[in-house]
């Protein structure tokens, strides 16, 4: 009779402590961001230099000395993902700050959400030196059309609210159109690179392999470059 | 009065037509002045900073077509003294990167033609045989 009561409390107290580990792992934290809040503030912290350290003058300005020297320390621990940002830090840099931050801080945030978070096309594709053009030239087109029709992921929209005021829309529309810029661009410079990858294939008379990699701003193509035929 | 009769008649307007470009356009209309100075500004820093990135990515491609033509010398100057080489070069470009892989292996021509001789040999041998 013993052991078998000894047997049972013993499954009791497991599952017990099961229970109360399960509902605690569970329960949310207030403190606690979700992970898309920690990879935000990550987004936030890759700022340029200049940027950023607008970004902490503005942090020390709402928050205090004390404040901005924690999040100063702390900064390349939050960046690598050492340290995840708690969910005070997150409502600090991305719920309060753009309400005080400058229109042109506020759009080279936005830039780098579009980088992070806009669906990007990757192509990898074998051309020759002489119908590389009409190879490539559609799917720059392509990505051109898209650079003015991306979007943040809804959640992100949804979360960060200050991304549908007037002045933002505007915003996005010169990112838009900035990032457009950038692809036509690099469609009317690689007509040059391509004449020095030619020469280099005929230089090296059969023995070179070539690799080119078109880094647009959504997305890139990965070309594998032949002699003409 | 049939003009009047226009006026009050409810204008109707579905929410689903509205487009992009209605959106910025009312969100343009909607700007304060300071608002419509930064907007002006930075859509004038954006035309010069592709201006400049445009410039260093000619820079870049100056240099690119400079350091394939010493990769070339290299890799001739190794032809000259004979043996195998590999070389694996990556350069920065201007609209990305270029890997050039350059290489030479007489040593594996060799053994490739010597393992076809070696066969045709053991094939005419047994051919011999057998027609004997």
Known sequence: MLPEVVLLSLMLLVAAATYFFTRRANSPNPTRPSKAEADLVKVVLSLEQTKLEDLFRLYRQEFGAGAARYARTTYNRWKSGEVRPNRQTFNRFLMHLPDVMSFDLKCEVLRKLRQEYCSKEHYKLTVDTGNWKEMVAPLVTGMINKSYKAELPKHIEGRLRWLSADDMQVARAILAESQAQESKQAMLLIGREFINIEQLLNDTKGRGKITHTIKLPLGTITLRVKGRR | ?132
């Not at chain 2, 002045?33 to 820079?59: G, P, S």
């Not at chain 2, 890799?75 to 000259?80: E, F, H, K, T």
Request: charged share 25%; hydrophobic share 45%; glycine share 4%.
């Open chain 2, 1 to 132: 009065m049939v003009d009047e009769n226009e006026e009050l008649a409810p204008q109707k307007q579905s929410l689903f037509d509205v487009t992009a470009d209605d959106i910025l356009d009312n969100a343009l209309r909607n700007l304060d002045d300071k608002q419509a100075r930064d907007v002006t500004k930075k859509a004038a820093d954006e035309v010069v900073r592709i201006a400049i990135e445009k410039r260093l990515a000619e820079h870049r491609s100056n240099a690119a077509h400079d350091e394939m033509r010493n990769l070339v010398n290299n890799a001739n100057l190794l032809d000259q003294r004979g043996g195998d080489y590999q070389i694996n070069s990556t350069f920065e470009t201007a609209t990305g990167t270029t890997q050039v892989q350059i290489r030479r292996s007489k040593s594996t021509t060799a053994i490739i033609i010597a393992a076809a001789v070696g066969l045709l040999l053991i094939l005419s041998l047994i051919i011999f045989l057998v027609a004997r």
